[in-house]
């Protein structure tokens, strides 16, 4: 089981950017592959983005291709969710989490022994 702390959530208006980090402790993210999910009010988790193993396929869902950028800080043993041209859409609680795979131009699941951390959460208004 992985612990990860998701970080920089905040409120933004239309247009706007963030910089989501999920930081892992006690062992090497680049080891694993890696999703983000958003947890929209009064709607499931889904996931929106994964990357794989190291620095290799990038994986992201329809609603945030284009606008959103998945990535590894190896330095800070991290993986980032760089948010563009947020919309009110893109509110919610994003979390991130060990997925399986990230690949084909597809996202593996959660494994089981996984849990969620508290997230962080994203406010996009006027």
């Known amino acids: 089981q992985l612990q990860l702390a998701e970080s920089g959530g905040g409120l933004v208006h239309p247009g706007g950017s963030l910089r989501l980090s999920c930081v892992a402790r006690g062992v090497t993210l680049n080891s694993y592959a890696v999703g983000w999910f958003r947890q929209a009010p009064g709607k499931e988790r889904e996931e929106i983005a994964c990357i794989a193993t190291g620095h290799e396929e990038t994986v992201y869902t329809k609603a945030v291709k284009g606008r959103f950028t998945i990535g590894r800080d190896n330095a800070n043993n991290a993986v980032f969710l760089q948010m563009n041209s947020l919309t009110p859409e893109d509110t919610g609680v994003y979390y991130c989490?060990?997925?399986?795979?990230?690949?084909?131009?597809?996202?593996?699941?959660?494994?089981?022994?996984?849990?969620w951390g508290q997230g962080t959460q994203v406010t996009v208004s006027t």
């Open positions: 989490a060990r997925v399986y795979y990230a690949q084909f131009g597809s996202c593996g699941t959660v494994p089981a022994s996984e849990s």
